[in-house]
């Protein structure tokens, strides 16, 4: 069972030179919660991303869709071992990605939450901008 823990994954390779930090609360029942760790708090990883989380046992493993590979998926998988954690990302074309990791203390941070973006609150925004160039013309 993987306990409540912050850890920083180091990856170091051709493509990549960089610390990812996260955090996994699991409640008793067994049921958990997955966080990035931001400068601003703790930014929950979106539903598309939990709904394809696994547990089992000591291993966490998940496909995740990425921005910058539409409609692509990566597959992560990360086994803990007391304060030491290891595992893989695999993209598709490039491969898999190794990586070893360590859980950090944990500290007080605030959650954030991710606001969806809707298509229509920016047409909002747009028209209500356009709306004050015209005021100012009409002046």
Not at 105 to 119: C, S, V
């Amino acid at each position: 069972m993987i306990e409540t823990g912050r850890w920083v994954l180091h990856i170091n390779n051709m493509f990549m030179h960089e610390d990812l930090t996260g955090q996994i609360n699991v409640a008793e029942d067994g049921s958990f919660e997955l966080f990035a760790v931001t400068e601003e708090g703790l930014r929950p990883f979106p539903k598309e991303v939990t709904d394809k989380l696994t547990i089992d046992g000591d291993t966490l493993s998940a496909e995740v869709a990425m921005d910058e590979m539409p409609g692509m998926k990566v597959k992560v998988s990360v086994t803990f071992s007391g304060d030491e954690a290891e595992g893989y990302f695999k993209f598709p074309i490039i491969g898999k990605m190794k990586f070893k990791g360590e859980k950090l203390e944990l500290t007080e941070l605030p959650i954030i939450e991710r606001k969806p973006k809707k298509e229509s609150d920016s047409a909002e925004n747009a028209g209500e901008e356009a709306g004050k160039t015209d005021e100012k013309a009409d002046e």
